[in-house]
């Protein structure tokens, strides 16, 4: 019997899952060839679920995608997850034609068709294979270095320091070449992309280093790896910290915001953390302190990752003894050099005789000595590729 | 000193409030003089805020808006509500230039563009206004008659009864016109608007009702009132069922899903409810069943927002005796005729000598005569007008 047969008398997870499968390629094989510019779809919960996992498993960021769904005024993080589709509220719902639906979908069918006309100009201008400069890939930026860097509230002071080093300091392949010669070539220095560690961000950047958009990483906050590990929820999963491990680039890997679990409203903080340090940040984000068991488990996770790093001489982890967030410094709720001693000692055991290089440096991950270690260290893995 | 002096030392809440209602006016201005055609917007948290603050205040449903935002893979709830502004999630930060947000942007800025033309070919063929057809209003529809019917899950069966009566049923101004009749002018009978009663779609169909796109109310699915008043996470606000009651329009009111508060996942049930009927009806919803103090409290909201018809005679209040919903009928866990006769009574007593009729069937709210009753209802009230 053919799959249209057998698809109705599925239960829904396996009907969903029948469909994106059969369909994953199809789309990818349109796309490669350049036949479509883009993509839109309507629906409800089952339409959307299907519709942004084809969406997303089978198309780069970049590529214009409009969904229309009844589910678009509510959490659309499944859906969205780390990329750039566009969601459109239905308002009503998408069973027969009325009025309401004609105006959301004409406007939706002019965005999509807008969108389509000028990324296929894109194709156009980006050279005969059409998907090139449009989808990004190697060398975009006009040859400045990409860099990724992961950014939480707690360590914004850091990552703004280590930013604002990168753009004055990074020259290109050699710090020999003058900043003149640099801005003169036009094709020199970095281009830095923030990402917020709440889940979403650090998918984003994991997935943009597998498509190549980014050359380097500074992880400054590796804090969904607590969500993930603890289970709060900011969990970015299980693959977190192994795309650039994947492909070799390099990065100066940090703990940042390592040192808190986070939930929303207090309600929703799990009883197994009573008695913990908990900090109401705003109504809908309560944090709750890592104690020295959850930090050892953390420490393992990095490691675990890091080793599977194809070059290993790329990648660096500075441990911010001073401190892994703006709470976690002496007079601060969240300061407790203990918990952290069990991850910097896992982190050091674990990573021994692997080729990565840990160092220890006494300030905090938000301290300017501490961003100027950072974007030294950057600096000297990139100019040594 | 001038509003931008001292706009930076405002706190977040006022600096938000400050902007907003310096704003609308100024943007209403320019869209009823047709000055704009889409609103476009790039921001972190705040900026969105703002700016979908804006888009929901100060223009109609059908007028495009895109919103690029950080915050746009996540519970985009509180900035869509129940509009259709188009969120698109920004991937990267929205600090500095790169690559990726550059993409982002061009298919914002070209989306935008497209919903443009196509909003200005719609004021163009709609008039010399306009702002006219485009934006509905008064007349849309093709001369059919618009109506809004609230639905969910547990009531779902018994919105599709009625939708089929109505389609089937109404004719236009008079019940003497032959279908036939109506089919060859082309103009009569009606279209149909489903609203999820999950809080947004009751508040999108009180704001389509007060911006002239409905012509009557089946409020099948009141349940979003139990969740404003018990606590329960869809409330629509505390204006639900006022703007029918303003405008006058035709309305049957019932009172679909009232045997049910809804929450999350089990954990975010409030501790008052223990010792209460739970139902896990999925992984991340779980409802309460209603007791009878609550449904008096339901009763009373309910009375007292229909008291301010400005035409009573317009306004009929159904009740379906057998049950609120598939989860309250003989048999299912949420059967409590004791708690509904508490719901019941009370509307009755306080609607008492105001011109509104309040009517017991004997049936559920899903069950076929019902949903003939309450089509026959809405037909005697259309034609009357």
Known sequence: PSLLHILPSLPRTTYIQTITTTLIPTIRTLHQHSKIHTIISLGGSCGTAIATTLMREALPIGFPKVMVSTM??????????????TMMYSVVDVAGMNGILERVLRN????????????????????????GDADGGEGGGGGKKRIGITMFGVTTPGVTRIREFLEDHYRGQSNEESA???AASGGDGCEVYVFHATGAGGKAMERLIRETHLDAVVDLTTSEIVDEIV?????????RLSAAAEKGIPQVVSLGACDMINFGTPETVPERFAGRRIYEHNPTVTIVRT?????????????????????????????????????DVPGQQFHDPQANEALFDTLEKELQNTGITVTRHPRDVNHPEFAQAVGTTLIKLLDGS
């Open 291 to 327: 104690d020295e068991e959850e930090s050892r488990r953390v420490g393992r996770f990095i490691a675990d990752k890091l080793k599977q790093a194809i070059r290993p001489d790329k990648v660096v982890v500075l441990i911010p003894e001073g401190g892994l967030s703006m709470m």
């Open 180 to 182: 003149a010669a640099a």
């Open 108 to 131: 939706a069918a002019a965005a999509g068709e807008g969108m389509a006309r000028a990324y296929f100009q894109g194709c156009v201008e980006g050279g005969e294979e059409g998907d």
């Open 231 to 239: 289970g709060g929820v900011l969990s970015a999963g299980s693959t």
């Open 72 to 85: 678009a005024s509510g959490d659309v993080q499944p859906y969205v997850q780390e990329t750039d589709i």
